[in-house]
């Protein structure tokens, strides 16, 4: 994927005619639309001079999210801005739709009634709806923003679907309207350590509204931008756009907008490959990612590496992680830390850059928990410390009776030969110790006794040794028994739970190339 970066600016400099000659957004009359010079193109200039979005507007700190903002204004994509209140969002906002020239209707979605965005329903002769529609309506919005959107009524905010999805209310088209924004502060399920504020007013957004936003952007605090933004917006920077900023805007919105065919054209089996391979190391860590989601991925790395080129920046893997960033739904619903997400696009774009015939290429494809252990000790040529990880994050990922069952059966393997680093074979050893070398006592009733009576027996008839015997009996007391007398609980059969962890013996054995009655 980094060799896709010289084709993406060999074809930016074809679309440099595009470019310029791109219809541009409606301008405010004052201002027309001014063309992408030559020394501006982001296939002349992109790698030399970072250009900025925001700063021109009189909005300053915000450098880490122009990309995601560009991207958002160059697709036309629903966008939503995440953060403590007094951040800008809706001057940010106010001002780009002022830059761009465009109708804006703001709506303060905690006050947002359905009169207010359609206006009242009148049936003419023939029975059709029509609408009376107020100055304030929808219907002639070419940017609906929906400020505090989480503070709205349910029954409102389901009347928002259509409106951010398709552009429709109540199944008509809203024929001129093209960007879709909303603000809102963090809601208390996602607060995190940062958090200065409880917005317990704020409601978490329904998920399916939520995953209705392509670009989902927390601004960063305002304490953590550098000393000079601070005491600019301290002293009242910004307080007017400056001279030309429209112009820059449309002009880099034009310029991104002319890329993302090029990027597309030259890039996509690269970036499907890598959509593919972070949603899965998303969902090892958590993250539900659907189709619609996958495909949103898609197209906002695309966009994301466009708006980087036309802002200057590199457009390769630090796009991908920024669109990473600004692509999950669920960071405005729950705690998600930069860390998984940075780790997840990290390990997906370390596989998709190996090359086809790198081992470690085959490991991380490997998407089963226990077969990825194992190839983890068997496939020859992989680096020490990409078998120890490979190892350990397969054994995390198994359910907790699994993973201390095939980590019993690994451990001799490791101790034997030394494949992995120390570090690796310690975490393995520290996973049984407790159950090898303390045992386990069964606490309950009368019914609990019993039943671990009844799999100690169970595991006396089978072909286990003694020492296999007596740890799957403390793995099974440990993680099957219900605790305290629980009426009416089924305690599962022995027989079931045995025959399970012997077939986790027997593939660790067969994958190993050990003697099934090993030991």
């Known amino acids: 994927m980094g060799t896709t970066l010289a084709r993406t600016r060999a074809t930016a400099r074809h679309a440099r005619t595009a470019a310029s000659a791109a219809p541009a957004a409606k301008a405010a009359p004052p201002q027309p639309p001014v063309p992408v010079q030559a020394h501006t193109t982001p296939a002349s200039h992109a790698s030399t001079t970072r250009r900025s979005l925001l700063r021109p507007l009189g909005i300053v700190g915000y450098d880490a999210i122009e990309p995601a903002i560009l991207a958002a204004l160059a697709t036309e994509e629903p966008l939503l801005l995440v953060s403590e209140h007094g951040a800008a969002k809706t001057l940010l906002l106010l001002r780009l739709a002022e830059a761009l020239g465009l109708e804006l209707r703001h709506y303060n979605a905690s006050l947002l009634q359905f009169d207010d965005l359609a206006g009242f329903p009148i049936p003419d002769e023939q029975g059709i709806i029509r609408y009376a529609a107020p100055p304030g309506a929808i219907w002639d919005a070419e940017v609906a923003f929906f400020d505090e959107i989480g503070r709205c009524r349910p029954d409102v905010a389901n009347k928002l679907f259509p409106i951010i999805h398709e552009r429709r209310i109540q199944g008509v088209s809203i024929a001129k309207l093209r960007h879709r924004w909303a603000a809102t502060n963090p809601p208390v399920d996602a607060h995190d350590a940062t958090s200065r504020f409880a917005y317990d007013a704020v409601e978490t957004l329904d998920p399916a509204l939520a995953d209705r936003f392509s670009w989902i952007v927390t601004l960063p605090h305002f304490g953590d931008f550098g000393d000079a933004d601070r005491r600019a917006i301290i002293s009242g920077v910004g307080e007017q756009p400056a001279d030309g900023a429209h112009a820059t805007v449309r002009e880099l919105v034009s310029a991104a907008r002319a890329l993302i065919p090029g990027v ?43 708006a980087h080129l036309a802002l200057g920046m590199p457009g390769d893997a630090q796009a991908c992680l920024a669109a990473v960033l600004a692509s999950v739904p669920d960071t405005v619903r729950r705690v998600i830390s930069r860390a998984m997400l940075q780790a997840a696009h990290e390990g997906a774009w370390q596989q998709v850059s190996l090359a086809d015939d790198d081992p470690l290429r085959t490991l991380l494809g490997v998407r089963e928990p226990l077969q990825r252990v194992l190839l983890s000790l068997t496939l020859p040529g992989l680096p020490m410390l990409a078998r120890g990880d490979a190892l350990c994050t397969g054994l995390a990922a198994l359910p907790p009776m699994d993973a201390l069952t095939v980590a019993w059966f690994v451990l001799p393997h490791l101790l034997a030969q030394p494949m992995v680093s120390l570090a690796a074979t310690e975490t393995v050893a520290g996973m049984v110790s407790n159950i090898a070398f303390m045992g386990v006592s069964v606490n309950g009733y009368h019914p609990q006794r019993t039943w671990a009576l009844a799999v100690r027996s169970a595991l006396s008839k089978t072909t286990l040794g003694d020492r296999d015997a007596e740890f799957l009996h403390g793995v099974i007391a440990t993680h099957a028994t219900p605790r305290g007398q629980l009426t009416g609980t089924a305690l599962l059969p022995p027989h079931d739970l045995i025959t399970h962890l012997i077939s986790l013996r027997d593939v660790c054995s067969a994958g190993l190339g050990q003697c099934r009655d090993a030991r």
């Open 264 to 306: 597309r054209a030259s890039a996509s089996a690269e970036i499907a490959t890598y959509v593919d391979v972070l949603v899965s190391k998303l969902g090892a860590a958590g993250i539900a990612i659907g189709g619609r989601r996958a495909a949103t991925l898609f197209r906002n790395v695309v966009a994301m590496r466009a």
